[in-house]
């Protein structure tokens, strides 16, 4: 199982700034991808970015540029850092983990945080 805990969200003016953190804990065998998702009321949970452990990463067009993730392997964290923050980017993020129990298993599973609230200011 794996344990996913965020921190870094609040409350910021548009143009600012805000980085995001994302622990893992547990017992697994390997994190094969881990992304940052995002909610916003009324609307559909979105892919922001995902990152390989090997540190493919891909973007959603409307962070392209802006954003930025990244992970600490050694530490089981991923991060977020978001740059020039707009309204739209208003959202609760969510820290998701798709891990490996076991070495003789390839079988992967998904894992999602509680979740962080970013609210952007006009």
């Known amino acids: 199982q794996v344990q996913l805990v965020e921190s870094g969200g609040g409350l910021v003016q548009a143009g600012g700034s805000l980085r995001l953190s994302c622990a893992a804990s547990?017992?697994?065998?390997?994190?094969?991808?881990m992304a940052w998702h995002r909610q916003a009321p009324g609307k559909q949970r979105e892919l922001v970015a995902r990152?390989?452990?090997?540190?493919?990463?891909n973007y959603a067009d409307s962070v392209k540029g802006r954003f930025t993730i990244s992970r600490d392997n050694a530490e089981n964290t991923l991060y977020l850092q978001m740059n020039t923050l707009e309204p739209d980017d208003t959202a609760v993020y969510y820290c998701?983990?798709?891990?490996?129990?076991?070495?003789?298993?390839?079988?992967?599973?998904?894992?999602w945080g509680q979740g962080t609230q970013v609210t952007v200011s006009s």
């Open positions: 998701n983990a798709v891990a490996q129990r076991n070495s003789w298993s390839s079988v992967e599973y998904n894992y």
């Open positions: 547990g017992t697994f065998f390997s994190i094969n991808v």
């Open positions: 990152i390989t452990k090997g540190g493919t990463t």
